[in-house]
Structure formats: C-alpha cells, structure tokens
C-alpha cells in the first residue's frame, strides 16, 4: 500500500464516472492485477455502489398530492371560471343564456361583484370579510355573504347563504333554516339564475 | 413525458391548481426520495417535500421554461434539506437511535404484513446499514450521492441541481464513495 501511486485510486474514481484516459485505464487495470491492496479498495469500492443502488426506492406517502394542495393558497377566481367555462361548454351557454335573457348579465360579470357584500343586518357583526353572527344574539332574517366567511356563534332564525366563503359555525351555533355554501361557479350560476327568476 | 410537464407548468403559471396537482402526482416520490435519504426521518422527509412543491407552485415564475423542469424542482428540495440539516443539533446524525430499533420501525411501514420473514428482517436491517451509511456524510457530499446513485441522474445534471461546478460534483463524489466504502465494505 505504502508504494502506490495516489492517481491509481484517482482513476478508480474516474472509471467508477466513466470517463477515464484509455492509458490511465490501462494502469489502473495493470496494477490492481499486481497490488493485493488496491484490488481489495477497488472491490470494495465497487461493492459500495452496488449496495447504496439496492437502497429500497421509496413512495411517498398516501394522501401526499391532497395535503399539498390543500396547502396552496386559494385558486383565484378567474381561473376556476375559465376551467369551468372549459369543462361545460353546454351548461355554459345555457347559463349565459338566460342570464343574457333575463338581463342579469351585466351584474353577473361587474367588478362589483367580485366586492365582499353581505346582507345588511345591524345584529351583525364584521371583521376582516368575515360576518360574524354573535354569541348571544339572534338574527331573523336569511342571510347572505358573497366573497367573504360566516362565524356563527349566535343563532339565525332563516337560511344562510356563503357565495365564495367559508362557514364556521361555533357549538353554540344555531341555523333553523338552510345553510348553503355555493363555491364553484357552477353552484354560483345557479344561484344568480335562481335569484333572477325569483 | 416533458411536453406534458412543459404544458402543465404553463398552466400552473395562469394559477391553474389542478394542472399543479398532476405535476406533483408526477414527482411526488422523487422528490420524497430525496428528502427521505436527505433527513432520514419520514415526518420530516414529508414536510420537507411538502414544502419543496410550495415553494415551487409559489415561484413558478422564475423557473425558466427552456430548462429542465427536474433539475429546478429538485435544486429547491436538496437547497431545503441541506438548510434543514444545517439547523439541526451537528450531532444530530451520530445519534445512537438510528442504528437501532428506530431506524426498523422506520422501515416497518414498507412491508405490508404484520410478521415479518427472517430474510426480511435481515435485509431491513441491511436498508437500515445502508441508509445510516448515507446519512453518516456530511451534507456536501451527502447529496452528490443521493442523487448519483439514488436518483441515478448524470453527473452534469447533478451539477446543474447544486449549482456547482461539474468537477466540485465529481470530487464530491469521489469524497462520499470513499467514505461510504469505510462504513460499507464490512457488510
Ligand atoms: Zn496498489
């Protein structure tokens, strides 16, 4: 060991790459043939790779692909539309349609619909989009946030709508009447020619 | 395959999330593969790699489309893990755990019966040497052989991952099978 050259495990390296000088090859094959030592580190070398190659591939974990996209940040608008618009040509010109009829078109599309709104009611409370029905209280009257989230720690004597928004509803929470969340646009479309012919 | 990718990302880049979704389904388990070998730990392997497409949905404006989507998206999770082992205790890896029952348990999770064969166990146990092997390197050349001999990419790519220079790559490289020899070559 003491008298080898420091190269011949250079080349070791350099074949193990595959790119190694014909001549380096030829030394490097001419001396593990003589040299016990270099022959053994060159095996085990060899060896090495073999076993870390055996390493058992991994998948990841069941459920991966959900739980990143769930921690994605909300999909704006636009697209979600224009993949809907995409996904039901028919529906869509149907929807278009009679809201082009009934002449809804225009509030449909304005910019102030994108606008947090929600039913004006002074029992109500509101922070940061959020309408907050509070503990304690009781609203009678159906109610309905666009663009926004709902907090219902009182109760509601009526239904309650959330057009692009989350509900939370607090144990103490009360609704008699319907609770509808209507987030994709296809709910949405419904709900503006429900409330068109209504 | 990269014509499908190259079409996602473009929808990716218009905010289309479920084009996303199909990219992460088609690079989930490399991308997990990495972390795993990276951190050891599989909780922590599955934040790290949670965080790697985040990250990479989050920034998907400054990946340049005429380069390989693969060498970005895996540049951010060895940049995470190699940042994450750098934050850990430095003895963190010496930690006598992981040669022992942890390191089974860990590998439990990959075999679907209760009881396992005696062949089964014993070549577990080989994983579990194999794995703490990799893990024994210091991150530099740690993640040169993940992805050389893991992910089996070609030194150039490895390069381009790491933003190195291709001969920094192939020393490191060199450096990390010889250390690999010393823990291995008794197995
Ligand atoms: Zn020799």
């Known amino acids: 060991m003491t008298s080898c050259p420091k190269r011949i495990v250079h080349y070791m390296h350099e074949y193990l790459d595959g790119d190694i000088q014909e001549e380096a090859k030829k030394e490097l094959k001419d001396h593990i043939e003589t040299c016990k030592n270099c022959r053994q580190h060159f095996a085990e070398l060899k060896k090495t790779i073999a076993l870390v190659q055996s390493a058992s591939h991994i998948a990841a974990p069941a459920g991966f692909t959900g739980r990143v996209m769930a921690l994605l940040p909300r999909e704006g608008k636009k697209v979600g539309i224009e993949r809907w618009f995409k996904n039901h040509p028919f529906l869509t010109a149907a929807a278009l349609f009679l809201l082009l009829m009934s002449g809804g078109f225009a509030s449909f599309f304005s910019q102030e619909d994108n606008q947090f709104a929600f039913t004006k009611n002074s029992a109500l409370k509101v922070e940061n989009e959020t309408v907050i029905v509070p503990a304690g209280t009781v609203v009678e009257e159906d109610i309905v946030v666009k663009n926004g989230d709902i907090r219902i720690e009182g109760s509601v004597d009526g239904n309650v709508t959330v057009i692009n928004g989350d509900r939370f509803m607090a144990s103490a929470g009360n609704v008699t009447g319907d609770i509808e969340e209507i987030d994709a646009l296809f709910g949405r479309i419904w709900y503006e020619i429900k409330m068109v012919f209504q | ?187």
């Open chain 2, 1 to 187: 395959m990269d014509l499908i990718v190259q079409r996602r990302i473009k929808q990716v880049v218009k905010g289309d999330q479920n084009a996303f979704g199909e990219i992460v389904e088609l690079y989930k388990d490399k991308v997990y593969q990495i972390c795993f070998r990276m951190l050891w730990d599989r909780h922590e392997a599955e934040d790290a790699a949670q965080e790697t497409f985040l990250k990479a949905f989050l920034n998907i404006h400054t990946y340049n489309q005429n380069k390989k989507f693969s060498t970005w998206l895996y540049r951010i999770a060895t940049n995470l893990c190699i940042d994450k082992i750098r934050k850990k205790k430095p003895d963190y890896h010496l930690d006598a755990e992981i040669a022992g029952t942890e390191g089974l348990n860990m590998y439990s999770h990959l075999a679907s019966g209760d009881q396992l064969p005696e062949d089964e166990v014993e070549s577990l146990e080989l994983q579990a040497s194999i794995h703490k092997a990799i893990l024994l390197l210091p991150e530099k050349y740690r993640s040169v052989v993940v992805l050389k001999y893991i992910e089996e990419l070609p030194l150039q790519e490895i390069a381009d991952i790491l933003e190195l220079p291709l001969g920094t790559v192939k020393t490191r490289v060199h450096r990390g099978r010889e250390a690999l020899r010393k823990h291995l070559r008794h197995l």
